[in-house]
């Protein structure tokens, strides 16, 4: 190739990339501006590929009720997505650490921290004259919608890193129902963490032949990519969550879900090891 035909095919790669770029970066600023405008900083509940979904890291935002009247609560998530403060993987010497796991009531967006039953505990506990332990903390882990099955692969997957002194496992009655209807959720690898299952259903794995356990794998390193990049660009996150809702929203899915074998629950779904549409 021709010296300067090279200059030129490299000045026009530069251009591109350049431009490409600081459309990239304009875009990036201009949805952070966006959501610091908004009543939220990140999408509050993120997809999942493990657990379906999980609450977004470092956010701050205001949840809005409305029963009787209209009630804006403020809340935040920390580095590990638990609603409440910031807290350290490695606690503080003197300190009695709680995890508490489970649904919306754990959850409980409709009331400041401090006033649900995680916060008036770890008040409670702060209140005791207890010499052996300087500090208590009460970590909330609660997930709208979440069930057992989800405690615990959250638990092994992200939380029990955090040193705990106690887990607290909130239950109700829905949850043997919500487990029995996502059975998928329980297939773990040779370490027990989740196996990644697919949340949607396509036409990849609904007219072909079944798919076998192999298939549906831990994959940690695409996965600590994606999480990466969720917790570091507004702008992929948002393309991230719309790709996830137009999949959700697909007729595809959408048919099938409707079938009576496959109710709300196999949203989080894997292929028998026979053929679905027999």
């Given at each position: 190739?021709?010296?300067?035909?090279?200059?030129?095919f490299?000045?026009?790669?530069a251009?591109?990339?350049?431009?490409?770029f600081?459309?990239?970066?304009?875009?990036?600023?201009?949805?952070r501006?966006?959501?610091?405008?908004?009543?939220?900083?990140r999408?509050?509940?993120?997809?999942?590929e493990?657990?379906?979904?999980?609450h977004?890291?470092?956010?701050?935002?205001k949840?809005?009720?409305t029963?009787?009247e209209?009630i804006?609560?403020?809340h935040?998530?920390?580095a590990?997505?638990l609603?409440?403060?910031?807290?350290?993987?490695?606690?503080?010497?003197?300190?009695?650490?709680i995890?508490v796991?489970g649904d919306?009531?754990?959850?409980?967006?409709?009331?400041?921290?401090?006033?649900?039953?995680?916060g008036?505990?770890?008040?409670?506990?702060?209140?005791?004259s207890?010499k052996?332990?300087?500090k208590?903390e009460?970590?909330?882990?609660?997930v709208?919608?979440?069930?057992?099955?989800?405690?615990?692969?959250?638990?092994?997957?992200?939380f029990?890193r955090l040193?705990?002194?106690?887990v607290?496992?909130?239950?109700?009655a829905?949850?043997?129902?919500e487990?029995?209807?996502?059975?998928?959720?329980s297939l773990?690898?040779?370490?027990?963490?989740?196996?990644?299952?697919?949340?949607?259903?396509?036409?990849?794995?609904?007219?072909h032949?079944?798919?076998?356990?192999?298939?549906?794998?831990?994959?940690p390193?695409s996965?600590r990519?994606?999480r990466?990049?969720?917790?570091h660009?507004?702008?992929f996150?948002?393309?991230y969550?719309?790709?996830y809702?137009?999949?959700?929203?697909?007729e595809?899915?959408?048919?099938i879900i409707?079938?009576?074998?496959?109710?709300?629950?196999?949203?989080?779904?894997?292929?028998?090891?026979?053929?679905?549409k027999c």
């Amino acid at each position: 190739m021709p010296a300067s035909i090279s200059k030129k095919f490299k000045f026009i790669f530069a251009t591109v990339f350049i431009v490409l770029f600081a459309c990239l970066a304009v875009a990036e600023i201009g949805i952070r501006i966006y959501h610091l405008t908004s009543d939220r900083q990140r999408f509050i509940w993120l997809p999942d590929e493990f657990l379906g979904y999980v609450h977004s890291s470092n956010n701050q935002f205001k949840h809005h009720y409305t029963e009787n009247e209209r009630i804006t609560v403020d809340h935040r998530t920390n580095a590990f997505g638990l609603l409440g403060e910031e807290v350290k993987e490695k606690k503080d010497e003197g300190t009695f650490r709680i995890l508490v796991l489970g649904d919306s009531f754990t959850e409980a967006m409709q009331v400041p921290g401090e006033k649900n039953f995680c916060g008036k505990l770890q008040s409670l506990l702060t209140g005791l004259s207890y010499k052996k332990y300087k500090k208590f903390e009460v970590l909330n882990a609660g997930v709208s919608g979440y069930s057992p099955l989800n405690y615990y692969l959250s638990y092994k997957r992200d939380f029990a890193r955090l040193q705990t002194d106690m887990v607290l496992v909130q239950l109700f009655a829905n949850d043997v129902f919500e487990d029995n209807t996502s059975t998928a959720k329980s297939l773990l690898d040779e370490r027990g963490l989740p196996l990644n299952t697919h949340r949607y259903f396509t036409k990849k794995y609904w007219q072909h032949g079944p798919v076998a356990r192999e298939d549906f794998n831990s994959d940690p390193v695409s996965y600590r990519v994606r999480r990466f990049l969720t917790d570091h660009s507004r702008l992929f996150e948002y393309f991230y969550v719309k790709f996830y809702n137009m999949q959700n929203a697909s007729e595809l899915h959408q048919k099938i879900i409707r079938l009576d074998q496959y109710g709300t629950g196999y949203q989080f779904f894997i292929l028998e090891p026979y053929c679905v549409k027999c």
